[in-house]
């Protein structure tokens, strides 16, 4: 089993990738890790409705945009995490890891000019979780789970109009895993040396 020592020593091998130009906007989602029964288990949150969020209802890490208070983009992490969730990631129980691998935002329909920087987190202890209007709910899967081939399925969705069918985990929720969120977890499961590549898990597939 992945142990949070594993997590740790494995995710602080290398920087994170930087995506971001000029004039770009940038957010910050948080990676908590915690021990399980199963080995290393990893935080989501479900989104809440809204029609005017483009990942509305979609699973997901607590998180949102950089504000001009923020100190760093893992301020932002953790400040959107207490907000959304209760949680302080700068009590003694919690140790930072660092800044994994940005992303470039792509909602529902297009691309945005706006990178995402994951953060990540270990905790050691069980907190209790306050989610606030934003989340619908909160929950923790082991890593075990998100590299399970009988979880894996698919998810039909559009890009910029056009019909796709995109690489979905199944977590026993309401939706499944899938989305940006889904190849921030597959980049996360390369790093940890569970996945040879990250492209041949997250390529979505064209429907006709």
Do not use: C
């Amino acid at each position: 089993m992945l142990s949070l020592d594993d997590v740790a020593t494995l995710l602080r091998e290398r920087p994170g990738r930087i995506v971001g130009g000029t004039d770009w906007r940038y957010a910050a989602v948080a990676t908590v890790f915690r021990a399980g029964d199963e080995g290393a288990e990893l935080l989501f949150i479900r989104r809440a409705e809204h029609p005017r969020d483009p990942w509305s209802g979609q699973l997901g890490f607590p998180g949102g945009r950089a504000e001009p208070e923020d100190m760093s983009l893992a301020h932002t992490a953790a400040r959107e995490t207490s907000e959304e969730l209760g949680l302080d990631l700068w009590s003694p129980g919690a140790t930072e890891i660092g800044a994994l691998d940005q992303l470039q935002a792509r909602a529902r329909r297009a691309i945005k000019p706006m990178a995402i920087q994951p953060h990540a987190w270990t905790l050691h202890s069980a907190p209790i979780l306050a989610p606030n209007e934003e989340v619908a709910e909160a929950f923790w899967a082991p890593v075990a789970h998100l590299v399970d081939p009988h979880r894996r399925t698919w998810y039909d969705a559009a890009r910029t109009d056009a019909p796709y069918r995109f690489p979905a985990i199944d977590l026993g929720q309401q939706v499944p895993l899938w989305g940006l969120t889904h190849h921030m977890v597959h980049e996360v499961l390369h790093r940890l040396g569970l996945i040879d590549d990250v492209a041949s898990h997250t390529t979505p597939r064209a429907r006709v």
